[in-house]
């Protein structure tokens, strides 16, 4: 636990409460440490903190279009990069058909989000269906491969030299967001017994970067038995059920996932937008301190966002302030206007991945070819 010097205090005309009763006027911004839990201030300024006109060197937010990559192949392992450091990587895998080998990663564990597609994951624990909107891990060790019904389109993100857990969710209990029973392992069901066979088979491993080659004169998946708890997991994010407050706009944090080495994966998933009319109804501006934030949107409107469109993603590296477009900002306060106290919510139909890493993440080559240039300018008014 960090000891931060904490002893909030009170400076010129401020509002008591984040993210409510702004002073008219005003802009609020978030500055903050440890992603949204550890100790912050909020400074309320005349101009909006996104007021930018120009921007010269590598520290600004990013955009990239995925829908522009080319298609890999059936292993994951030309998986185009995209984002690394020494705790994280994160990848786009575009496959189709059946993989002809096993894959084992000796040195992350694998968490795939399906952004398209579906299909059957073989493993050594049985077998899973997969669909758009899955989330699934696979703990480091396991052998796997995927049977795709048609093409899938997974972004692969990997927690290096640890494994994944669940977020502590608190005072809310370990029933919210979702409930750990909602979790599906791997079954030893008729389609995992079908796969059985002696025909040679081949197991690509990957450790420190480098790949072995295991020959085996038999599939090695060929399990009839196991009990534990060190096992593959899949979840949807329809099976999430977001936190919510209708007189305030919760912090990122509370729509945490998992938790891997040293970053986070959090997941918005539709919900109402807030009523109460003097709380922020967009994502409050804020300078995330000690995190890079990478958001990957999967599907729907994304409300906060001006020209992000499915297959995107975005980087807002630690160091700078960010927010909502101001059309999204003009827009909530536009609807905010004319609602009625009588007037059902409004619906958040948006679907994103969100990873904040500790660590700063270095951008691969492989996508710079999609970037999105202008994505700086696109907070000027």
């Not at 300024?45 to 120009?54: D, E, I, M």
């Not at 899955?134 to 993100?157: F, H, N, V």
């Not at 072995?212 to 099976?239: K, M």
Request: proline share 8%.
């Amino acid at each position: 636990m960090k000891n931060y010097i904490t002893f909030p205090r009170v400076a010129g005309t401020a509002s008591r409460q984040a993210h409510c009763d702004l002073p008219k006027g005003t802009f609020e911004r978030e500055f903050g440490r440890e992603g949204f839990f550890g100790p912050c201030t909020h400074l309320h300024h005349t101009h909006k903190p996104t007021g930018w006109v120009k921007w010269e060197g590598d520290l600004r937010p990013y955009a990239f279009d995925l829908n522009k990559l080319p298609n890999t192949s059936n292993t994951p392992w030309n998986a185009i990069p995209m984002f690394h450091n020494a705790t994280c990587s994160v990848r786009w895998w575009v496959t189709s058909g059946k993989m002809d080998h096993l894959v084992t990663n000796a040195e992350s564990d694998e968490l795939l989000f399906i952004h398209e597609g579906s299909g059957d994951l073989f493993c050594d624990f049985g077998h899973m269906a997969f669909t758009a909107g899955d989330y699934i891990i696979l703990p480091r060790g396991s052998k796997w491969r995927l049977e795709c019904k048609g093409t899938a389109q997974i972004l692969l993100i990997e927690s290096k030299y640890d494994g994944y857990r669940l977020p502590d969710k608190g005072l809310v209990g370990p029933h919210a967001i979702f409930d750990p029973a909602m979790l599906d392992v791997p079954e030893l069901n008729d389609a995992y017994k079908a796969q059985m066979d002696t025909k040679e088979w081949q197991v690509v491993m990957r450790r420190a970067g480098k790949f072995t080659t295991v020959t085996y004169p038999f599939n090695p998946l060929d399990v009839t038995g196991w009990h534990g708890d060190n096992l593959p997991v899949r979840i949807n994010w329809r099976d999430i059920r977001p936190l919510m407050s209708h007189r305030y706009h919760l912090p990122p944090s509370a729509h945490t996932t998992f938790i891997g080495n040293r970053f986070v994966v959090c997941t918005f998933a539709p919900r109402p937008a807030e009523m109460d009319p003097d709380a922020l109804k967009v994502p409050f501006y804020h300078s995330n301190n000690d995190f890079d934030e990478i958001i990957f949107y999967h599907m729907g409107q994304f409300f906060s966002r001006d020209n992000i469109h499915a297959g995107m993603v975005t980087l807002h590296p630690a160091g700078f302030s960010h927010g909502p477009h101001p059309k999204a900002f003009k827009l909530a306060e536009e609807a905010d206007a004319k609602r009625k106290p009588t007037d059902a919510p409004k619906m958040l139909d948006e679907v994103a991945v969100m990873i904040d890493t500790r660590e700063s993440v270095e951008i691969a080559d492989d996508i710079q070819s999609t970037e999105w240039a202008e994505y700086p300018q696109s907070w000027r008014e």
